[in-house]
């Protein structure tokens, strides 16, 4: 191909799937109006109900206008906005953005129940939900201890008796208030938000792909021993040190490229079943390519993908490319289209993106990157075709180290287009 040919996103199919998950769209002069349905702007708080002792909390806001509503979680500093929502009656379906998730909720004179459902985990997968009108709390607030924690934590996560993986903690106490996230190698644990009670310390997120709950306690000597849930299964413990030392190993050599002439040389088709050849296409023929290796179901990738095509369009340099090859999770691209075509569109892909096939078979997809840690990992190529940089995981902009990064990224591409 001697043109950019990025998937493109086929309207009636696209529908089509829309139709099948959501149900039909139902007569305005039939709808619930925001008031019968009980919607009101301002803060309001909804629950997942993971387990008997467990709920994932989270914040958002109603936006109305006449029949146009819109739903906007938060958490911390990130606004997801929900703009498809469904009336149906005194009941809505509110599609997630980006990812296949979405919620089915009915009105209750306390509020809104349902289920959460998330497709991409599997077909049967939801969780049971709430939305509590006026409770703008998070999580409840008690009275202060004068206790302010450390912001830096060495942190473990257990997946086992005797296996765990070491994290970075961040967090930031106004008052009752606390947020941040936790790093590690691999990525981080999105925009983490919560309470310190006294010495019960309460964080969450929801950003439709993950639902994250970490609960604590702040023991005598002052460490964090406590619980981390993901959605309505995982469970591990986590403990946590006051550290202003510890540190990740190095994403630039967590990954390293195995080919001898120092080239990342790779084949996948595109939506249309033409295949991308980065040999012999010309639109990478002495170009700075940046290649990304994602996975519609990632909001690590999510985040990369904006960062670079906002470093694409500031630097505005027309030698500059961007390629990205994802990974899926179900490994067919009948099952995995609607997906990959939803972050399309959502996130305004106007680059190459490629079909790599399953996540779980990348590793036989890309042998001459290894040992493979992360998704993302991007592959930066001069124009001379050579690999100048292999990058492992990504920090997003809910963490103290993004800033750093998008910095030095630019820097170091200006330096390769100057070349």
């Known amino acids: 191909m001697n043109e950019l040919n990025p998937l ?201 792909a993950h639902a994250y709950a970490f609960t604590a306690r702040l023991t005598d000597g002052g460490e964090l021993d406590g619980h ?28 390293r490229l195995l080919s001898e002439d120092g080239r990342f040389d790779f084949q996948f088709r595109d939506q249309e079943g033409e295949l991308f050849d980065s040999q012999r296409d010309q639109w990478m023929q002495d170009k700075v390519t940046i290649v990304q290796i994602m996975g519609s179901w990632c909001p690590n990738c999510m985040d990369e993908i904006r960062y670079m095509t906002g470093l694409r369009d500031e630097l505005a340099h027309e030698d500059l490319r961007l390629v990205g090859i994802t990974f899926e999770r179900k490994g067919e691209w009948k099952k995995d289209r609607l997906a990959v075509e939803r972050m399309i569109q959502d996130l305004g892909i106007d680059y190459p993106l490629l079909y790599g096939g399953g996540s779980r078979h990348i590793r036989d997809s890309l042998p001459q990157i290894a040992p493979f840690r992360s998704f993302p990992t991007s592959i930066f190529i001069d124009r001379e075709g050579r690999v100048r940089r292999v990058h492992a995981g990504f920090s997003g902009p809910g963490t103290s180290a993004y800033a750093a990064y998008a910095e030095e990224t630019r820097s170091f591409v200006s330096d390769l287009l100057s070349e």
């Open 8 to 208: 493109r996103v086929y309207p009636s199919l696209w529908l089509a799937g829309l139709s099948l998950m959501m149900g039909c769209r139902s007569d305005p002069s039939t709808q619930a109006s925001a008031a019968e349905l009980g919607l009101s702007e301002g803060v309001h708080r909804g629950r997942l109900l993971a387990n008997d002792s467990t709920d994932i909390a989270f914040n958002f806001d109603w936006q109305l206008s006449g029949q146009d509503t819109q739903m906007v979680i938060f958490n911390a500093d990130e606004r997801i906005v929900l703009q498809e929502i469904e009336r149906k009656g005194d009941s809505l379906t509110l599609q997630m953005p980006v990812f296949l998730s979405y919620f089915k909720m009915a009105n209750t004179a306390e509020g809104m129940k349902g289920y959460w459902y998330n497709p991409d985990k599997s077909p049967t997968y939801k969780v049971a939900a709430v939305f509590e009108r006026g409770k703008t709390e998070r999580f409840p607030h008690k009275e202060m201890t004068g206790i302010q924690l450390p912001t830096k934590w060495r942190v473990l996560l257990y997946a086992g008796t005797e296996d765990e993986t070491e994290a970075v903690g961040e967090f930031f106490q106004e008052g009752l208030e606390v947020r941040g996230s936790i790093l590690t190698e691999t990525g981080d644990y999105r925009y983490l938000e919560g309470v310190l009670n006294g010495t019960e310390l309460q964080m969450s997120t929801f950003d439709g």
């Open 228 to 255: 981390y849930y993901s959605g309505k299964h995982f469970h591990t413990r986590w403990t946590a040190q006051p550290s202003d030392s510890v540190r990740l190993g190095d994403p630039l050599e967590l990954t």
